[in-house]
Nanobody, 124 residues
């Protein structure tokens, strides 16, 4: 049984920073790629960032490049999303997910386990 638990969300002013964490059970981090997605009210869930099994390869959606950084600590079975220069349009529920393969990918259907989400609200 794979469990993913996000934390670190909250309310922040525009231009501020937050670091999200995703704690995983089992061998998730050593065997699969991982990703972050977000879903704003009234919108579909969208890809944000992903990291390969080894941690050596990452992908980002264009809107967060240069502002967000995905990383992982396999010893702690934890993945992170460092978010800086936050904008009101970053407001959403952020989800971590485990990929079905070892390389980072962007499609929701390529992920099979999901966390419950953590709310990020950026005020203007």
């Amino acid at each position: 049984q794979v469990q993913l638990v996000e934390s670190g969300g909250g309310l922040v002013q525009a231009g501020g920073s937050l670091r999200l964490s995703c704690a995983a059970s089992g061998r998730t981090f050593s065997s699969y790629a991982m990703g972050w997605f977000r879903q704003a009210p009234g919108k579909e869930r969208e890809f944000v960032a992903a990291i390969s099994r080894s941690g050596g390869s990452t992908l980002y959606v264009d809107s967060v490049k240069g502002r967000f950084t995905i990383s992982k600590d396999s010893a702690k079975n934890t993945m992170y999303l460092q978010m800086s220069s936050l904008k009101p349009e970053d407001t959403a529920v952020y989800y971590c997910a485990r990929g079905k393969a070892t390389i980072p990918v962007t499609r929701l259907s390529d992920y099979d386990y999901w966390g419950q989400g953590t709310q990020v609200t950026v005020s203007s």
